[in-house]
């Protein structure tokens, strides 16, 4: 079975028992709780645990592993506890019962995830699920190569983007939200930084109905109320959330897009900035995000290269329309191999709808550029990743650069970062690649005078070649006697 399929077995296994953990630590006490009922739902949903009937629990189904029905019973118990929690209606995968799918396997599935405590109340707080959750979504990433970019974005490059946009409070919005990762990194955000869950509220949309599902369950077993909305046209076509503008914007949409339907929506509301080539969706999206972000909004979102320098079929028109609209407030280029489902080197851009708010200082009229195309460790021979330093230069660096409080002096930094005008930009023609904009990084002097070191790495240099023609002499010597030899 390949790993498309074999994903969604093993994580729909994986949440069973995770909200099974949960239900039988609690329906244990409820017992020895003479003055409460431990049947009764409304002790459990109370304390955000979902009620799992009989059929569904852990410890029914352990017993029957080893059944020729076991697919069935599988399925009978994902029904059950969608009608019994409304919020996972249409989420849990219900196809253990086909002839495909190995019951001998499945029932040995069953019992490895049995060894694992997930959802007892010291596993939640060390969000042994989440954890879990996040390595088989990587895992199934890698395995599944290029179609991975549709549901899976590296928990580092989503992080970057959530370190430097810092959603503390507000809506938060991802049109393409694929599995869910910017939400559950957002949250992770507020909490870190002393705030709670639901000081955030967020919306997302995904029109591929596997991903969807995928999504539903990542929310679920993290408590996190997200308003996330399916359809197969997707965002552009059906827009979920017509009337949605969001304080954050967070998003990894598909690179290069050649099939999103442009050449039906020629005419849109949407298009304030140059009408979208059908070819290439990458500036739909930027004008997407833009039309939905709130007066004072910010967005962050990963883009091909490409996006900051073509001038095909209309995009570089549309890239001037959005600088000069003085929205771009931050470039940063990464390195290529940090995606599981493509090799070329991305960027991310920084959209600010107000750059003389109140919380920050003025930025109007300036655009920071960060080249961080050489960062990053190898992991393997084809995967990249950026180190927690790497995360806290680049966003420390935005951070000063911005203005905020204790974030430290920002100055310019040769082959780095450079705070660039509006009319600099201008005159290189619009172009956003970092690299064109930061310089090069500056070698720093050892404070040698120059004659003597001129003097020094020729005398060093003569020397090499002695020692060069020294070796010739030997090798020529040695080829002459071996000759004579035969």
């Not at 965002?235 to 999103?260: C, E, G, M, R, T």
């Not at 020629?266 to 004008?287: I, L, M, S």
């Not at 904009?437 to 404070?447: P, S």
Request: proline share 4%.
């Amino acid at each position: 079975m390949d790993a498309g399929e074999y994903k969604h077995v093993v994580l729909g296994l994986i949440f069973l028992k995770y909200i099974s953990d949960a239900f039988e630590e609690r329906h244990a006490a409820l017992e020895k709780d003479k003055s409460a009922d431990a049947e009764d739902r409304d002790e459990y949903t109370a304390d955000n645990i979902f009620w799992v009937n009989k059929i569904a629990r852990w410890s029914y189904l352990q017993g029957r592993a080893k059944q020729p029905t076991i697919g069935k019973d599988l399925d009978d118990a994902m029904v059950a506890v969608e009608k019994d929690n409304p919020t996972l209606k249409g989420v849990l995968p219900k196809e253990y019962a086909r002839p495909a799918l190995d019951k001998h396997r499945l029932g040995e599935l069953i019992d490895l995830i049995g060894t694992i405590g997930l959802g007892d109340r010291e596993s939640r707080s060390k969000d042994i699920l989440g954890r879990v959750y996040e390595y088989f979504l990587s895992q199934f990433a890698s395995a599944e190569g290029k179609q991975s970019g549709q549901f899976y974005t590296p928990r580092h490059v989503v992080r970057l983007l959530i370190e430097i946009l810092a959603p503390y409070k507000g809506r938060v919005f991802d049109p393409c939200c694929g599995s869910g990762g910017m939400f559950v990194q957002s949250e992770k955000f507020v909490e870190s930084h002393g705030g709670r869950i639901g000081d955030i509220s967020i919306y997302g949309q995904e029109s591929n109905y596997t991903t969807w599902r995928l999504a539903m369950m990542n929310m679920a077993i993290r408590g996190i109320e997200a308003h996330i909305a399916w359809n197969e046209q997707g965002s552009f076509q059906n827009d979920a959330f017509k009337d949605l503008k969001a304080d954050y914007i967070l998003a990894n949409p598909p690179f290069n897009d050649d099939d999103w339907g442009g050449d039906r929506l020629r005419e849109d509301v949407r298009w304030k900035f140059g009408v979208p080539p059908t070819g290439n969706a990458n500036f739909a999206w930027v004008q997407h995000f833009i039309h939905h972000l709130a007066p004072t909004g910010m967005a962050g979102f990963v883009l091909a290269n490409g996006s900051m320098s073509s001038n095909q079929s209309g995009e570089g028109e549309i890239r001037k329309a959005i600088i000069d609209a003085d929205l771009v407030d931050c470039m940063v280029s990464l390195p290529g191999q940090l995606f599981y489902s493509t090799p070329i080197p991305v960027c991310l851009w920084f959209i600010s709808r107000d750059k003389q708010n109140n919380r920050f200082k003025d930025r109007r009229g300036k655009v920071l550029f960060i080249d961080a195309s050489k960062f990053g460790t190898m992991l393997d021979r084809v995967h990249r990743e950026l180190s927690d330093d790497d995360i806290a230069k680049i966003a420390g660096t935005y951070h000063a650069w911005r203005g905020d409080k204790g974030a430290g002096k920002y100055e310019d930094t040769a082959g780095f970062c450079k705070s660039v005008t509006l009319d600099e930009i201008r005159s290189h023609g619009h172009l956003l690649t970092p690299g064109r904009h930061v310089g090069t990084e500056e070698v720093l002097d050892d404070g040698e005078p120059f004659p003597k070191k001129m003097n020094r790495l020729t005398g060093k240099l003569a020397e090499q070649f002695d020692e060069a023609a020294k070796l010739e002499k030997a090798i020529r010597k040695n080829l002459a006697n071996l000759g004579h030899g035969l």
